[in-house]
């Protein structure tokens, strides 16, 4: 992975909003629901005419329904859960799915051992979210060292990582690069290749170390 510095001066432009509160927003839940629908009207080999009979709802209707088109109400998507035989919830699944949030408190992360931890690296697990929409699971870490801790041979795992520097002082080695970690630097790099802490200058020293990988890997 080749090794880029930004400079202060340089303006990205990206194309994403995180701010954004377009109308899409909005019509995920519907969207949600109406595949959820569809997919069990044709799971149980059921015609939407069928499913009209059924329900008493109009063809026009159903199919603003399953087209995400349309709110339903609880009312109407109980009478659909009825006709189906399934529970009213289970039309919420692939949006609960894909709107996952995780808090974790001040002090409450799970202390735990990655593969290739060292004595004195403690590794606090701040959260997981493995099955989403997206494909991707993240791991977002808080790693302190002290002055017992090890410095090792570098390790190397699937995915992508950024390490955000908290305290302290560390020689962070990627690859052939070396690079000086203070408080309020950021290292974001491909984690295919060698990385670790190389030098614990200031101690002790905290950081943020944030991993996301595809599901299957």
């Known amino acids: ?13 990206l194309t994403q ?3 954004s509160t377009s109308s899409k927003r909005e019509k995920v839940l519907e969207v949600a629901i109406g595949r959820e ?3 069990f009207r044709k799971s149980q080999g059921t015609t939407v005419a069928e499913l009209s009979e059924m329900t008493g709802l109009s063809i026009g209707m159903l199919s603003k329904i399953e087209n995400g088109n349309t709110s339903p109400s609880l009312q109407t998507l109980q009478t659909l859960a009825n006709a189906l035989s399934v529970p009213l919830t289970s039309f919420f699944r692939q ?5 996952e949030a995780v808090h974790t408190k001040a ?26 929409a997206s494909g991707v699971i993240v791991e977002p870490y808080l790693i302190e060292l002290t002055t017992e801790s090890d410095t090792f041979e570098t390790f190397q795992h699937g995915g992508i990582e950024t390490i955000y520097m908290l305290e302290g002082e560390v020689d962070y080695r990627h690859g052939n ?3 000086t970690l203070r408080p309020g630097d950021t290292l974001f790099f491909d984690a295919d ?3 670790g802490p190389e030098k614990l200058t200031v101690l002790p020293a905290r950081y943020l170390s944030i991993i996301s990988y595809p599901q299957n890997s």
């Open 1 to 13: 992975m080749k090794t880029t510095e930004q400079s202060s001066d340089v303006v990205v432009r």
């Open 17 to 19: 909003n995180p701010h």
């Open 37 to 39: 629908v569809r997919g």
């Open 95 to 99: 949006y609960e799915e894909s709107r």
């Open 107 to 132: 002090g409450e992360g799970v202390e735990t051992e990655r593969e290739g931890t060292r004595a004195g690296h403690q590794y606090n697990l701040l959260g997981h979210i493995g099955s989403n």
């Open 177 to 179: 690069d070396v690079f």
């Open 193 to 195: 290749a060698p990385h």
